[in-house]
C-alpha cells in the first residue's frame, strides 16, 4: 500500500475516534447509561468499563499518529470496532433498536440499527487495510496536500453521513406521517 493511504487512514480514524473520545468525556455518566442500556456488563461494571473505553479510544487516536506506534494504535482501533459491532449485533438480534448507541456522547443519539453494523465494519475494513504493509518511499509535498485534502473529504463524507444515519429514525416518522 501507498503510505499516503496508511497516514491519511491514521488520521481520519485519528479524528474519529479522538471526538467521539472527547464527546463522552463530556458527559461520562451519559455514555456510562448508554452502555448500562446494551446489558451485556453488570451493572458495577459499566462504570469501570465506560472509562476504559474512553481511554482506549483516546489511547488509539494518539498512537496513529506517531509512525513507531501506529500499528498498535490500529490494533486496538480494530479491537473496539470489533467489540462496539459485536454489542450493537447482539441488542438488535434481541430486538432492542430504540436504544442509542453511545456512538457520539451526548452531542448525537444514533439509534441501533443494521446501518451501524455496516458502518462500523466499513470503518474496520479501513482499519485493516491501513495495518497491512505500507510501501517504503519519501513523501514530497503533494502527498502532503493529497494526505491534508483526502483525509478532510473523507471527514466531511464521513460526518454527513453519520448525520444522516442519526436523522434516519426521524425521516421514517415524517414518512409514515406521525
Known sequence: M?????????????LLFGVAAIHKLKAPAKFRAAMDNYQLLPQ??????????ITMELGAAAAVLVPVTRATGL??????????????????YRGRREIDCGCSGPASRHELSGWLVLRNLVLLGLVLFALGP????SLNWLDLLTVIFG???????????????AQA???ASLRSGG
Open 44 to 53: 458495577g461494571l459499566s462504570g469501570l468499563m465506560s472509562m476504559l473505553l
Open 75 to 92: 490494533g486496538v482501533m480494530a479491537i473496539l470496532l470489533i467489540v462496539y459491532t459485536a454489542g450493537i449485533g447482539i441488542n438488535l
Open 151 to 165: 483525509a478532510a473529504v473523507a471527514s466531511g463524507l464521513y460526518m454527513g453521513l453519520n448525520q444522516l444515519l
Open 134 to 137: 505500507a510501501a517504503e518511499r
Open 2 to 14: 501507498d503510505p499516503v493511504f496508511n497516514i491519511m487512514i491514521s488520521i481520519c480514524m485519528c
Open 169 to 171: 429514525p426521524r425521516l
